[in-house]
Every structure is written in C-alpha cells, then in structure tokens.
C-alpha cells in the first residue's frame, strides 16, 4: 500500500463544474503539498499545506491532520485546468517528497 | 529570476550506455533534489543534496549516484542504463532543507530513453 492514495485517478468534468480530489496518507507529516503537472512534463507547486486551508483564485486546498486527509477543490471548473493533480508529503526532518500517483483531471467544454 | 533549469530536455540511450543529467537550482536555493518519474506514475525520490552534501538517498541502486557543486548546481549520474531507467527526471530545489516552510520548485525536467 502507498504510503499516499489519491482518488480518484482519473476525472472528467465539464467546464465550470465543481472538482474534488482527496488525498490520504499513512504516515506522520510536517507538510503537504498539491502540485500541477501539465504534458510537458513539468510540476507547479500549486499549495503547501500544515495545517486548516488555503485558496488562490478558484484553487482551495484543505488539510486535516488528525484523519491524514487533504482535499484539493477547483471552483467554476475550465478545460485550461486539465492536468495531473499530485499530492505529495513531507516525512521527517528532511525535505524529501513522497507522491501520490496522481489525478489526471481532463475539463471538457 | 530564471527557474529551475534542467539539461538536456530530451536523450536517447543505448541499454548499457552512462547519462549524466543537470540541475541548475533557483539562485540562492542550496537545496537540490532529484526524483524520477515513470510514465503513468507519481515521483520517486532518487537524492537530496544540501550545502553540497548528500542528505537523503531514495531506494535506487548503486548505478544511482549524484553530487552538488560548489555553485549549488547539481548532476545525476546513472551507470549500465536498463530500459526501465526511461523515464521523466525532474531536479527541485528549495531555499532551506528540514524546514516545513519551504517552497520547492521544480525543473521541466529530462526525458531519458533507454532503447
């Protein structure tokens, strides 16, 4: 088992619709972090997260440590947001990453 | 500011060949860290280096190794390339290192395959 699950995997949704993506983790952490990766391959750090929530534009990103759960939402939904979705933890004192596997989001018109 | 700067974008390989990879991390960043990312699944954390010391080491194998210079720049080394080494490499740095604070940019990372 991963020691981080993302659902769902993959998710279509028409434009201007309201996204969900959970991330669950099972190991104690000092931060989250939601990341964007577009085709091309390259990774945006969209939030990072300790604790309670954070929103930028129609981004909001929630984080409840006690149940090891984190949330990512897009609001009014726009096919420039298809992307994958990655959650990824940081364990222990160092800064290493530990990723999800990823939500491929496709936003259709 | 420039980003995270990785070169080459783009490689092929021949099975048994060597590739050296580099990341030029955000000015003043002396965090680096490589992770390797096969096609249809999440990050692996391969090395970090700080302050151009090794501070963490995923589970690869010894064929795996990397190092930071004095500039904070960095390359990955990978040894007797398998066809499973194809992959996305992508270098991240970060201001700090064991600090929960930190924002970590990525690189576009290099597209490595091994024929």
């Known amino acids: 088992k991963n020691e981080v699950e993302q659902s769902p995997q993959n998710l279509t949704a028409q434009e201007g619709e309201f996204i969900t993506i959970n991330c669950s983790y099972s190991?104690?952490?000092?931060?989250l972090h939601w990341l964007q990766q577009h085709p091309g391959g390259g990774i945006v750090s969209l939030f990072m997260?300790?604790?309670g929530k954070k929103k930028h534009g129609r981004l909001i990103a929630t984080i409840n440590i006690q149940e090891k759960h984190s949330s990512l939402h897009i609001t009014a939904s726009h096919p420039r947001d298809s992307a994958v979705y990655i959650c990824a933890v940081i364990t222990g004192t160092a800064s290493k990453l530990t990723f999800g596997t990823g939500t491929r989001l496709q936003v259709t018109l | 500011d420039a980003g995270v700067t990785q070169s080459p974008t783009h490689l092929i390989k021949t099975r048994g060949q060597h590739v050296t990879l580099r990341c030029s991390p955000i000015s003043g960043h002396k965090s680096v860290s490589w992770y390797q990312q096969v096609l249809g699944q999440g990050p692996q954390f391969i090395f970090q280096y700080y302050e151009k010391e090794e501070r963490g080491r995923g589970n690869f194998p010894d064929r795996f190794s990397a190092r930071q210079f004095p500039n904070y720049s960095s390359e990955l080394n990978v040894n007797a390339l398998l066809l499973g080494d194809s992959a996305l490499y992508l270098c991240?740095?970060?201001?700090?290192?064991?600090?929960?604070?930190?924002?970590?940019?990525f690189g576009e990372g290099s597209w490595l395959t091994v024929v």
């Open positions: 991240a740095s970060s201001l700090y290192f064991g600090r929960t604070r930190n924002t970590i940019y």
């Open positions: 190991v104690g952490i000092s931060a």
């Open positions: 997260l300790s604790s």
